[in-house]
């Protein structure tokens, strides 16, 4: 199975909006709703943001939306402050009834 | 709250099979499936394979053959074996709770701090 399509990096100033892409196939994202976002800080384990494209946890920020169209996921943070800088996964549910992850995003705050 | 944590040998020689073990505390083992995920150091997270406490295994096609997972209820653990490792196997492992909210068995809502383990001679 291929990994998901994510950008290197993305950057942007505090207060400001960014949206990090997620580009699967027919396969996973053009399939299924089940698509979740994951936060990674250096050293620590990944932390789940959102859930099933739009859905956040409790006790994540609202700053944290996501959405899907075709097979393209994408996750907004609104708002960016510095503790927002960090490493950002997706994963998706696929046909086979396995899981792929992208190979992640680096946001910079400027 | 439930807690997860790995355990297991840091260093695999080449050739040689990869045995971690995942202790859950502070909640059921048989309310969920359980995952292992690695990720090679300054790489990516892959997904390796669940597992339900009535059985039903999953596995990442390309470890498929390489890759078993277990549950052990009685003891409240997880493992994982990886057989006929490689320096590309080097990776911190990650013991992950796959939890179900309402819709499918599709959220990863629960870390281990993970494990490195190195494959070396």
């Known amino acids: 199975q291929s990994a998901l399509t994510q ?8 207060g400001q909006s960014i949206t990090i892409s997620c580009t699967g196939t027919t396969s996973d994202i053009g399939a299924f709703y089940y698509v979740s976002w994951y936060q990674q800080q250096p050293g620590k384990a990944p932390q789940l943001i959102l859930y099933d494209v739009t859905n956040r946890p409790s006790g994540v920020s609202h700053r944290f939306s996501g959405s899907r169209s075709g097979s393209t996921a994408s996750l907004t943070i609104s708002g960016l402050q510095t503790e927002d ?11 086979r009834s396995t899981f792929v992850f992208g190979p992640g995003t680096k946001v910079s705050v400027l | 709250q ?7 040998p840091g260093l695999v020689k080449p050739s040689e099979t990869l045995s971690l073990t995942c202790t859950v505390s502070g909640g059921s083992i048989s309310d969920s499936f359980w995952s292992w995920v690695r990720q090679p150091p300054g790489k990516g997270l892959e997904w390796i394979a669940n597992i339900h406490y009535k059985g039903d295994t999953y596995y990442n096609p390309s470890l498929e ?34 939890n179900r909210y309402g819709g499918g068995w599709s959220v990863f809502d629960n870390w281990g701090q993970g494990t490195l383990v190195t494959v070396s001679s």
């Open chain 1, 85 to 95: 800088e960090a490493d950002y996964f997706c994963c998706s549910y696929t046909s």
């Open chain 2, 65 to 98: 053959g390489r890759v078993a997972i277990s549950l052990d209820t009685s003891k409240s653990e997880c493992s994982l074996k990886l057989g006929s490792v490689t320096a590309a196997d080097t990776a911190v492992y990650f013991c992950v709770r796959l």
């Open chain 2, 2 to 8: 439930v807690q997860l944590q790995e355990s297991g």
């Open chain 1, 7 to 14: 950008p290197a990096s993305v950057s942007g100033s505090p």
